[in-house]
């Protein structure tokens, strides 16, 4: 069945249009309330937020639902979504939803769900939810008296705060480090920097004036150039930049040269692979890293098993087949020994306790490998089926052959928006970027 509000990180659109409606949110809130009650004693939800202006628009809805559903619901306030994937579980909870747009701008939000376990959930648990939203579930709505009660939750800050320093080793800390912190004025402007400097860092931050229209507005993980200045005038050690909902992360080393999610998922790997601690010989990242990573990894013994885009599908892998460490070249990173979903801050303090172990600066601990040429460009369309059309199918083929054997070629539409996503990487960057241009060249032909 096609998927008609569920995307590739549950739902998202544009805030107080479909399916980003009060009334939706409402509906979904009930419709996940029933799916997740199983027996006969109080079911509770966590509900986290960003800091976008419409989650106090969905938040009441959500609680609306939910409380119709006969759940209970824990109100967290603005948390980074590892957070409340992190709280689902520590408050025994049935579901966690974390209400953001991650890195998208202040006028989208979203709706993420998670499972009892604290892991996003599956396409099928989805699917269920969807079919629940097409009945009438007026005849399901919890009788009077078993009507849920919501509350905000004090001391949830500390809880994570905690949490996040323990994931360094006990022996490290990070004194004598000058931090450069970027929240993006988003979910993590209160907790990320209350961790760096509570174990030790000098921290100076930036992004932490949320307004409700700022998020990721010149700042965070997707637009890294103000980390790169901050980290220039105050000669930091490090820049750590977060996005929106603070489950992705990308540094800046000294030199003001920006880190990606490929460089540290190498850093962590090769770490983890020295101390003993992989799961398995290798880890999970998705069709889009860069091939470099998966010379750098197979040089060291390692292997790279690619899924398709999302964290949720990274994870699942590394579920089923025992992986600790996977994530994408945009700076998911998982690493299941400490979380379930993303979580941007854990990451980068794993790096940062490599750095403190090597003694080294942080330009030559996270430049494990040079990357090979990769371009990626994208086309709006307005409907129908591009990537069906005869000429953009032969662009592709004809693509494939130029790059076989010294490259490869990914072509996918996004999951969250109306785009039609072309990458190609390989040895030869002239090649590369004439195939991407052929295939472009031949979707706006057939998308305008």
Not at 50 to 75: C, K
Not at 93 to 119: R, T
Not at 436 to 448: E, P, T, W
Request: net charge negative; charged share 25%.
């Amino acid at each position: 069945m096609a998927r008609k509000f569920f995307g590739t990180d549950g739902i998202r659109g544009t805030a107080n249009r479909d399916p980003i409606t009060p009334h939706i949110a409402l509906q979904v809130g009930i419709a996940a309330g029933l799916a997740f009650k199983n027996g006969g004693h109080r079911h509770r939800v966590v509900i986290g937020k960003d800091t976008r202006l419409s989650g106090y628009m969905i938040e009441p809805a959500l609680t609306a639902g939910f409380t119709a559903a006969g759940m209970d619901v824990f109100l967290l306030g603005p948390m980074p979504t590892p957070a409340v994937a992190m709280l689902t579980r520590s408050l025994r909870a049935d579901l966690g939803v974390m209400i953001s747009a991650s890195h998208n701008p202040y006028e989208d939000n979203g709706i993420k769900l998670f499972g009892p376990d604290g892991y996003k959930l599956s396409d099928e648990t989805e699917a269920r939810i969807e079919a629940l939203l097409e009945e009438d579930l007026k005849p399901q709505l919890a009788a009077s008296a078993a009507l849920g009660r919501a509350r905000r939750i004090d001391g949830v800050r500390d809880r994570y705060i905690e949490f996040a320093k323990r994931t360094m080793p006990k022996s490290c800390d990070l004194t004598g480090l000058r931090i450069v912190i970027d929240c993006a004025n988003g979910a993590a402007y209160r907790v990320a920097p209350e961790v760096l400097w509570e174990l030790g860092a000098e921290v100076i931050s930036i992004g932490v004036e949320p307004d409700g229209f700022n998020i990721n507005r010149d700042v965070g993980s997707t637009a890294p150039e103000a980390l790169r200045r901050k980290v220039h005038e105050v000669r930091a050690d490090i820049g750590i930049a977060l996005d929106g909902d603070a489950d992705r992360v990308i540094l800046v080393d000294e030199r003001g040269e920006v880190v990606d999610g490929d460089q540290l998922m190498a850093v962590v790997a090769q770490s983890w692979a020295e101390d003993g601690r992989l799961s398995a010989p290798g880890i999970v990242a998705t069709v889009m890293s860069n091939l470099g990573l998966e010379r750098y990894l197979g040089g060291h013994g390692l292997s790279l098993h690619r899924t398709k885009v999302g964290d949720r599908y990274v994870v699942e892998h590394m579920r089923a087949h025992g992986f600790n460490v996977g994530g994408e070249q945009s700076g998911h990173i998982i690493l299941s020994d400490f979380s379930t979903t993303g979580d941007g801050l854990v990451a980068a303090l794993q790096v940062l306790a490599v750095v403190r172990r090597t003694g080294r600066p942080v330009s030559e601990v996270c430049r494990r490998f040079e990357p090979v040429p990769q371009i990626l460009k994208n086309v709006r369309f307005k409907g129908g089926r591009p990537l069906e059309a005869a000429t953009v199918i032969a662009a592709i083929h004809e693509g494939e052959a130029r790059l076989s054997g010294s490259g490869r070629l990914v072509i996918r539409p996004s999951g969250t928006e109306p785009l039609i996503r072309v990458m190609a990487e390989g040895d030869d960057h002239g090649l590369v970027e004439a195939v991407v241009d052929d295939i472009i060249g031949a979707l706006q032909d057939v998308a305008a």
